[in-house]
């Protein structure tokens, strides 16, 4: 069985920890992560710097040029997971869009994915038309794509991307970037809940969690809460004393 299935057939919340690749320093990565782990992260996110990030808000948007800016780069990324998979077997997933992919090469990407002991990809651009392609390529490799699904997704297409996605969707809570303010509760309940009504596998949700009160808030409707521009805003505002793990240790507390 999968780590992401071992993950998700466990009876509690999770939370799910995404970190920019290479940002504050080109180095960063691997300790950021670990200190995610160490705080509680159940799953780790591992942002992909890309130059035309469309869904990220300006957290994100300002660690990926500086990730760019420190020469990060996908065989880098790659090698850097190599490396904390040493450490762990916590699930980790790359975050992405699909260009940097398509110009790297589809193949070769998948075979260091494999290789690096990656566990699920989300690009956030990925057109459905090619995503059944590309979903099965990545599948005949044992890596879960993780589709998204919006508040104007309908019925139907919940279904079809559950289907595609087979272990994890993701649920985008807002219309817009990351890291934006989340609309009125009582609609975003009743979507998580045609979500969890429409699809065949577990689902995480993001973009706009950024408190405690959000992750304990939408463990309640999800299979798990995704924290990033937070997490990444505490590092711009403090690289030293281990922002990320003090972070999480507090979002932690509220998924247990």
Same mark, same amino acid.
């Given at each position: 069985?999968?780590?992401?299935?071992?993950?998700?057939?466990?009876? &509690?919340?999770?939370? %799910?920890?995404?970190?920019?690749?290479?940002?504050?320093?080109?180095?960063?990565?691997?300790?950021?992560?670990?200190?995610?782990?160490?705080?509680?992260?159940?799953?780790?996110?591992?942002?992909?710097?890309?130059?035309?990030?469309?869904?990220?808000?300006?957290?994100?948007?300002?660690?990926?040029?500086?990730?760019?800016?420190?020469?990060?780069?996908?065989?880098?990324?790659?090698?850097? %997971? &190599?490396?904390? &998979?040493k450490k762990t077997?916590?699930?980790?997933?790359?975050? +992405?869009?699909?260009?940097?992919?398509?110009?790297?090469?589809?193949?070769?990407?998948?075979?260091?994915?494999?290789?690096?002991?990656?566990? +699920?990809?989300?690009?956030?651009?990925?057109?459905?038309?090619?995503?059944?392609?590309?979903?099965?390529?990545?599948?005949?490799?044992?890596?879960?794509?993780?589709?998204? %699904?919006?508040?104007?997704?309908?019925?139907? &297409?919940?279904?079809?991307?559950?289907?595609?996605?087979?272990?994890?969707?993701?649920?985008?809570?807002?219309?817009?970037?990351? +890291? +934006?303010?989340?609309?009125?509760?009582?609609?975003?309940?009743?979507?998580?809940?045609?979500?969890?009504?429409?699809?065949?596998?577990?689902?995480?949700?993001?973009?706009?969690?950024?408190?405690?009160?959000?992750?304990?808030?939408?463990?309640?409707?999800?299979?798990?809460?995704?924290?990033?521009?937070?997490?990444?805003?505490?590092?711009?505002?403090?690289?030293?004393?281990?922002?990320?793990?003090?972070f999480v240790k507090?979002?932690?507390?509220?998924?247990?």
């Amino acid at each position: 069985m999968s780590r992401l299935k071992k993950l998700f057939k466990k009876d &509690r919340n999770k939370l %799910v920890v995404f970190i920019t690749a290479g940002f504050p320093k080109k180095e960063s990565t691997e300790d950021l992560v670990l200190q995610a782990i160490e705080g509680g992260a159940d799953m780790i996110e591992i942002g992909i710097p890309f130059s035309d990030p469309q869904a990220d808000g300006p957290i994100i948007q300002k660690a990926s040029e500086i990730a760019l800016s420190n020469g990060i780069s996908l065989s880098v990324i790659f090698d850097q %997971v &190599r490396s904390i &998979r040493k450490k762990t077997d916590i699930p980790i997933a790359l975050m +992405g869009y699909y260009n940097p992919i398509l110009a790297y090469g589809i193949d070769n990407f998948l075979n260091d994915c494999k290789t690096s002991q990656i566990d +699920g990809i989300i690009l956030p651009d990925l057109p459905l038309d090619e995503g059944t392609f590309f979903c099965e390529k990545a599948k005949s490799v044992n890596i879960s794509p993780i589709l998204l %699904v919006a508040p104007n997704t309908s019925n139907e &297409r919940i279904k079809l991307i559950s289907k595609l996605s087979q272990d994890l969707i993701y649920a985008v809570s807002i219309l817009g970037i990351t +890291g +934006g303010d989340m609309s009125s509760k009582e609609n975003l309940k009743k979507y998580l809940l045609r979500v969890k009504d429409n699809s065949e596998c577990p689902f995480i949700v993001g973009f706009g969690i950024n408190s405690s009160d959000d992750v304990e808030w939408f463990n309640n409707y999800s299979d798990g809460a995704v924290v990033g521009s937070a997490i990444l805003k505490k590092v711009l505002n403090d690289p030293t004393n281990k922002p990320v793990y003090n972070f999480v240790k507090n979002l932690k507390g509220r998924t247990k």
